[in-house]
């Protein structure tokens, strides 16, 4: 059997392709092949997905319609799946079809969509590298993230020699749906959103393709304007969980440093996973004035988290517009806490909504963005010398306690497992020397490491940075001095 025919054969075992439409992508795919002709299909055992792209591309690449990039390869295998993948009409009338059955309904036959049309590329997601770090704080999720492909430097620089489009205006933007992407910017010829309405505004809703935890989904504004926390993005957070019960909802921050990657499209993230966060304990309750049907806390977590638990949406949200409106303008100096410099504003909030059962919950991390010359990357804001781990900006995924590593951490730790064990010169090996320090640091507290136990004393210790990090972005330290300035704070709400 060709592997065209295998892949039609997959599109029918996953649904993704009717009976009656062999014929017609059989036709497509020859055409993205080169091909005008093929001989009859014979019967044989189904190959893995990722096997059957793999050898299409290949011949692509020789027959030059493919770069022989790792960008190539997925423009072109994604080129390959949209010859399959139902038109947008089609998708959105069948969630319509299951979401009258159940919303969970709904989104379990979408995830499972996404990832048949390799939208999720499901050998890619296999490939992270995760473990659990306990804390005190209960089990901090640690990935490295394989999924998401690392720049080619040849794609690099045909990227810098080829003109902005500047369609679509990012990632995130729904005119992502359908688009055959080019080098710079990928292909989405097999990606499907859901329009949802949110607050009385269109959104769309759609799967993240590099998928950090189970779930993980992306509601977008249909419109390209920037990230912004307010009282629309609070009345779109309780919609959302309306709209899918069983998800949390959450949104990156609206100010550099301590908001997401992508600042300039407003979306949230969300998910079918529970976090360290949520599972913590609320250790102090607070009151707020004019709210005694909310009940308030700060909850036990190395950064500031104030929940809020009620039964009404309504009041959630006007005490979440309070809550914001006092942080955005609170100044503490002896805090180090600066709300502006000059009429540059620094404060801003990370908010997460999930379900409580017939009750509702907003979690509301304060974040401050200031800078010094002492942290030139940010007072709360991984501080240096945990940068060879972790240098990234500190988003709602790694509030919520799931830390996102860097993909170049797994072939760097490969090295120290080799290194340690072996009393390898770290500092003098090029690929991990920015780790040498640190790989003092664990012959210092450990003694000698074999290599039997280097990898989990290795994954330990990286949690045990990861815990550092958000202890960094806190913008009110656990001592006695930082909970009486957060206590000071707290007191503008009564």
Known sequence: MSAIDELIEYGARTGLLPECERIFARNLLLDAMGEVSCVPPEPAAPRPLAQILADLTDEAVRKGLAADTAEGRDLFDTRLMSCLTPRPAEVRRTFSEKYAVSPEAAADWFYKFSQDTNYIRRDRIRRDRKWVYPCEYGGLDITINLAKPEKDPRDIAAALKSRAAGYPACALCAENEGYAGRIGHPARGNHRVIPVTLAGDEWYFQYSPYVYYNEHCIALNSRHIPMHIDRETFERLFAFVGFLPHYFIGSNADLPIVGGSILTHDHFQGG??????????????????????????????????????????????????????????????????????????????????????????????????????????????????????????????????????????????????????????????ARVSHHAAWAAQLREKYGRIDAESVRAVLEKEVGAVFLRVLEDAGVYKRTQAGRAALGRFLEKLK
């Open 272 to 429: 079918r996973y529970t976090f360290a966060v949520e599972r913590a304990p609320v250790e102090t309750e607070f009151s707020a004035g004019g709210f005694p049907d909310v009940v308030c806390g700060v909850v036990k977590w190395p950064m500031t988290v104030l929940r809020l638990r009620g039964s009404s949406p309504e009041r959630l949200t006007e005490l979440s517009c309070r809550i914001l409106e006092a942080w955005r303008g609170h100044t503490d100096e002896a805090a180090g806490i600066f709300a502006f410099t000059g009429d540059t504003p620094h404060n801003t909030i990370t908010p997460i909504v999930r379900r409580r059962g017939a009750e509702f919950e907003i979690d509301l991390v304060l974040r401050n963005n200031r800078t010094s010359p002492e942290h030139p990357l940010g007072v709360f804001h991984p501080h240096a010398e945990l940068h060879h781990i972790k240098k990234e900006n500190i988003g709602l995924i790694e509030v919520m306690g799931l830390a996102v590593l860097p993909a170049r951490l797994d072939r760097e730790l490969a090295v120290l497992e080799e290194l340690i064990p072996a009393g390898g010169d770290v500092a003098a090996d």
